[in-house]
């Protein structure tokens, strides 16, 4: 999927509580585009899922070659 689709997915998902879910769908936006990163970093909506491990994680996870 595309990943402007995923992250969206992210944010609806973390509307929902669904952080998991958000978590989720980041890793294939990031994957796919790791330009996401710096989205997913300083977007307020996902602010409470910077203070979890796999959120930081995520965004230090180096792009795949």
Same mark, same amino acid.
């Given at each position: 999927r595309a990943p402007a689709a995923l992250y969206f997915q992210a944010l609806?998902? !973390? !509307?929902?509580?669904d952080s998991d879910g958000a978590l989720t769908a980041l890793a294939p936006a990031i994957a796919a585009d790791?330009?996401?990163?710096?989205?997913i970093a300083e977007d307020p909506d996902l602010a409470e899922l910077a203070?979890?491990?796999r959120f930081r994680a995520l965004l230090e996870t180096p792009p795949a070659p």
């Open positions: 609806v998902l !973390q !509307q929902s509580e790791p330009g996401y990163r710096d989205i203070a979890t491990a």
